[in-house]
């Protein structure tokens, strides 16, 4: 149950785009398509943006695209804009109805 | 609208017990699994414990298996979390969120903050 491996933090300018990975094993992010994105402002609750790796819930915008090859999943923000500015979570399924969380990593826009 | 209240948070010294509470509204509570989830000042998200629809099933981070209990009241739309022998790394704001049919934590509630200090 070790934390997965995510970039500290990563920045962009409005109108770019950020890749935020996510790396764990072939007991959790390698071993199921169950791999979920969450973004985090301060204070706040965390909020639903990306479940079975690319899937988004009804809401979230297109900009939002997430991907997966072998241990390593990724999020993807196109279009960067000024409310993206905050704290990104992977998760990952880890068999037996569990989970663990990414490290987190700190989108700045710049 | 989907609702999740946590409640029960505080002080506690170490060694302690303290039980959260988390009540829903706003959906069907016996569709879903239910979770806890924690993130300490600063730090990051969690994974705690979760318990299943018709309770048969009960889930558990290492670090809190044999201190933590989860359980469910169906009938008055909540769930709990039992913490015993509190630790100071049990610190932490603890949120309850949903695992609905699009993926696990699809609704969180707006967290209670548990304290472990002398």
Same mark, same amino acid.
């Given at each position: 149950q070790s934390a997965l491996t995510q970039p500290r933090s990563v920045s962009g300018s409005p109108g770019q785009s950020v890749t935020i990975s996510c790396t764990g094993t072939s007991s959790d992010v390698g071993g199921y398509n169950h791999v979920s994105w969450y973004q985090q402002h301060p204070g706040k609750a965390p909020k639903f943006l990306? *479940?079975?790796?690319n899937k988004r819930p009804s809401g979230v915008p297109d900009r939002f695209y997430g991907s997966k090859s072998g241990n390593t999943a990724s999020l993807t923000i196109s279009g960067l804009q000024a409310e993206d500015e905050a704290d990104y979570y992977c998760c990952s *399924?880890?068999?037996?109805?569990t989970f663990v969380f990414g490290i987190g990593t700190e989108v700045t826009v710049l | 609208e989907v609702q999740l209240v946590e409640s029960g948070g505080g002080l506690v010294q170490p060694g302690g017990s303290l039980r959260l509470s988390c009540a829903a509204s706003g959906f069907t509570f016996t569709n879903y699994w239910m979770n806890w989830v924690r993130q300490a000042p600063g730090k990051a998200l969690e994974w705690v414990a979760n318990i299943k629809q018709d309770l048969s099933e009960k889930n558990y981070v290492d670090s809190v298996k044999g201190r933590f209990t989860i359980s469910r009241d169906n009938a008055r739309n909540s769930v709990y979390l039992q913490m015993n022998s509190l630790r100071a790394e049990d610190t932490a704001v603890y949120y309850c969120a949903t695992w609905g049919s699009d993926g696990p934590f699809d609704f969180w509630g707006q967290g209670t903050l548990v304290t472990v200090s002398s």
């Open positions: 990306i *479940y079975d790796v *399924y880890a068999g037996r109805s | -």
